[in-house]
C-alpha cells in the first residue's frame, strides 16, 4: 500500500512539474514576443508618430480662417470628396497626426472650417469629464458613428471617418482636447497611432 501511494505521489509530482513546466513555457514564449516588440521600438528608434506618446497640450487657435467651400451640409451630411494631404514627413500618415518631437499638430486648417461647421454648437453640452494630456480613455465599445466610454458617448465627424480605418473601437487608448478652431467639437488624439479625428460629444 506505501509503494503505491509513493508511486501516485511521484505522478502526481511528474505532473505537477509538468504543468509548470507548460505553463513557464507559454508565458514564456509570449514574454518573448512582447521583448521582440520592444526590441524593435528600440532599435528602430523612437516612433515619430503615435507609440504611446501622449502630446503636452491641444493645438492653439489658429490665427487664420479655413479656406471658404461652399458647402451646405450638417454633421451627419458627408463633405466632399477630401482631398487633403497630411503626410508631412516620409512614413508618416496621411491623417491628421501629432509630431511627437515638437507636439506639433499636422492637419489643423484654421477657424471655422466648413467640414466640422454645426448649425447648433454644443448641442448636447460640453463633455463633463476629464480631458487634456493628463487623463487617457480607454474606448469600450462601438464605432465611429457612435462609440463609448465612462459611460460618455461621442460621433467622429464624417469628415474624419476615413482616418478611423486602423482604431481599434473596443481598447484604444485616447486623450481628448479642446479644438480651438471649430466650436461644437472636441479632438480625440489616439495614443496608439498618434492619429486625432473630431468628435462630438452626445451625452450620457
Known sequence: ?????????????????????????STGQTGDQ?????????????????????????????KQVAPKVDYHGGPNTPPPPDTRKFVDRPGHPNAPHVDNDHDRWVGQ??????????????EHGHFPGEYGAHHVWRIEGGGPARFWFGGFFFSVAPADVVYCNGWLWDRDDIVLYDDPDDPGWYLAYNVRLGIYVHILYLGT
Not at 526590441?39 to 528608434?45: A, F, S
Not at 486648417?109 to 454644443?122: A, I, K, S, T, V
Open 1 to 25: 500500500m506505501k509503494r503505491v501511494l509513493g508511486v501516485l505521489l511521484a505522478l502526481l509530482a511528474m505532473s505537477l512539474f509538468t504543468l509548470a513546466q507548460e505553463h513557464h513555457g
Open 109 to 122: 486648417e484654421g477657424r471655422n472650417n466648413f467640414r466640422y461647421r454645426l448649425d447648433h454648437p454644443w
Open 34 to 62: 512582447h521583448g521582440d516588440q520592444h526590441h524593435d521600438e528600440h532599435t528602430t528608434g523612437h516612433p515619430e508618430v503615435g507609440g504611446g506618446h501622449i502630446p503636452s497640450r491641444g493645438p492653439v487657435a489658429s
